[in-house]
């Protein structure tokens, strides 16, 4: 199997910050690389796929770069509709396609 | 626009079978391009795949679980279903349907709103 380890676990910052979350892949997955954001008690919703491209209707705030086995989640300016856990997924190879353990983004 | 619903108990037994139900709207199955999949959450914990099927029946599942799991497909009513046989209390999570596209990079556009499963006696 495919592990996708995220950093950090969690992390606090203030409305406007600039927010990084990374995401490495145990082997190379090329660009397969997926971000999703989970609120409570809801599912998770897709934000980026292909590593770097922008999901219809998402906001403009959210970016991601990455390719083989080091990815990159970043919101330009937090703000707080923000407040989520993120999950990186591969869908480089199934089976198992396999999540990251999430980033908890609070508001400090 | 694409919605999907998962139903079925809440309540599954311990050995007994635990069964889910996906039934999607706006989109039809039969069209092709997509894996209609499943995934789990247990409480508090990350998502775990469990598999997929494409609208012509091949599948694919997770390994950890994949002496104990089906998914059918029944195109003529838009839906798709899950059953875990043998369940026991590390089965019980919330349980999400989702489709799966696979033109260019394979990812879950669309996800139904999960479904909390419980495996108690």
């Known amino acids: 199997d495919i592990q996708m380890t995220q950093s950090p676990s969690s992390l606090s910052a203030s409305v406007g910050d600039r927010v990084t979350i990374t995401c490495r892949a145990s082997?190379?997955?090329?660009?397969?690389l997926n971000w999703y954001q989970q609120k409570p008690g809801k599912a998770p919703k897709l934000l980026i796929y292909g590593a770097s491209t922008l999901q219809s209707g998402v906001p403009s705030r959210f970016s991601g770069s990455g390719s083989g086995t080091d990815f990159t989640l970043t919101i330009s300016s937090l703000q707080p509709e923000d407040i989520a856990i993120y999950y990186c997924q591969q869908s480089y190879s199934a089976p198992p396609w396999t999540f990251g353990q999430g980033t908890k983004v609070e508001i400090k | 626009q694409v919605q999907l619903q998962e139903s079925g108990p809440g309540l599954v037994r311990p050995s007994q079978t635990l069964s889910l139900t996906c039934t999607v709207s706006?989109?039809?199955?039969?069209?092709?391009?997509?894996?209609w999949s499943w995934i789990r959450q247990h409480p508090g914990k990350g998502l775990e795949w469990i598999g997929y099927i494409y609208h012509s029946g091949s599948t694919n599942y997770n390994p950890s679980l994949r002496s104990r799991v089906t998914i059918s497909v029944d195109t003529s009513k838009n839906q798709f279903s899950l059953k875990l046989t043998s369940a026991t209390a590390a089965d019980t999570a919330v349980y999400y349907c989702?489709?799966?596209?696979?033109?260019?990079?394979?990812?879950?556009?669309?996800w139904g709103q999960g479904t909390l499963v419980t495996v108690s006696s």
């Open positions: 082997q190379s997955i090329s660009d397969y």
């Open positions: 989702a489709r799966a596209t696979i033109t260019a990079r394979p990812r879950f556009d669309h």
């Open positions: 706006g989109d039809s199955i039969s069209s092709g391009g997509y894996f």
